[in-house]
């Protein structure tokens, strides 16, 4: 199986594909692709497959929001774990976004695919497309 995953490495970097996202960002991107399309399941999911991939120092605030109880909670603590994420590198296709008026006007950053709208985990359809890239 290792030979199998090397050869997919191999004919990905001849193509010139971009390299392979990280588990742990993959289900961040879940998570905040779900929060910005309201969807309570999705976000819970795609927490606890991240705190099976998170590196050790983000465990406590990848459970802390895979704990939240209703959708409002989630967000509260996907702003913490945000905060830590976008600290890391961001690789290619991916950008670091902000909207002001989160967290009662506080503001609050994330991490979303790099596409022309803002997908905003923080309010929803509420306010999708508030924010502004920071990248």
Not at 19 to 38: F, K, W
Not at 44 to 55: E, G, I, S, V
Request: contains cysteine; negative net charge; proline residues 6%.
């Amino acid at each position: 199986m290792h030979y199998l995953y090397c050869l997919a490495f191999i004919a990905l970097a001849a193509c010139g594909a971009s390299e392979p996202v990280p588990p742990a960002l993959a289900h961040y991107i879940s998570a905040q692709e779900a929060l910005a399309a309201d969807d309570f399941d999705e976000a819970h999911n795609a927490l606890q497959n991240l705190a099976q991939h998170a590196d050790p120092a983000l465990e406590s605030l990848v459970q802390n929001a895979a704990r939240g109880a209703d959708i409002t909670a989630v967000r509260a603590a996907f702003k913490p774990l945000s905060e830590e994420m976008i600290k890391g590198e961001i690789p290619d296709g991916y950008v670091r976004a902000y909207c002001s008026m989160a967290d009662n006007d506080a503001g609050a950053h994330w991490i979303q695919r790099d596409q022309p709208r803002l997908m905003n985990p923080y309010f929803g359809a509420t306010m999708l497309h508030c924010g502004v890239f920071k990248d």
